[in-house]
């Protein structure tokens, strides 16, 4: 699917707030075209027959489900919305994937691993990955196949009594340098 182009400038800043719109500037889901629709139906039947039945072993963390389910919405083409048809995705516009978000929405617990794994997983790799990484990496997220994720360390933990010891610390330390 190809993606849609802004018939007039994006609004600046928060100028949206200080604005009137038209009433042609306002998009309603009456706007959605069939191809979005149906998009949506696609992702709400999904959630409906795939994941609903299996919500009580979802909230009891039954190893290997989750995957499993993201899996088979790679396989209908859920999980690769954002990723361009080059590299096996849908290559959906903003519109049509944020139906597909909403619709997923369904169920919170598959959402949120949908979002991890379409958002903070891929699209990194779509916008700012090489020719090389896309190739490598895009088509196995694409399908479900892989199943991206986001990790975040810190050496100390984020605890925050250490933070906020941390910030007295700070807060007292000697202009100088010495502690």
């Not at 038209?22 to 191809?35: E, K, R």
Request: proline share 7%; hydrophobic share 35%.
């Amino acid at each position: 699917m190809a993606t849609a182009t802004l018939t007039k400038p994006a609004a600046k800043g928060g100028s949206f707030l200080l604005e009137s719109p038209q009433p042609s500037d306002v998009f309603t889901p009456a706007d959605l075209t069939d191809d979005q629709k149906l998009i949506g139906q696609t992702a709400e039947e999904f959630v409906l027959k795939e994941v609903f039945p299996f919500i009580k072993d979802l909230e009891n963390k039954k190893p290997g489900l989750m995957p499993q389910l993201v899996k088979k919405g790679g396989e209908v083409g859920l999980m690769g919305g954002g990723v361009p048809e080059e590299y096996g995705g849908a290559g959906l516009d903003k519109i049509s994937t944020t139906v597909l978000t909403e619709k997923l929405s369904i169920y919170g617990g598959f959402a949120v691993t949908h979002g991890a794994h379409a958002g903070i997983g891929t699209l990194p790799i779509v916008y700012f990955g090489t020719d090389a990484q896309k190739k490598k990496y895009l088509p196995k997220l694409a399908t479900g196949e892989w199943i991206g994720a986001y990790c975040l360390s810190e050496p100390q933990g984020l605890l925050p009594f250490r933070a906020a010891s941390r910030l007295r610390r700070a807060e007292f330390a000697d202009p100088r340098g010495a502690e």
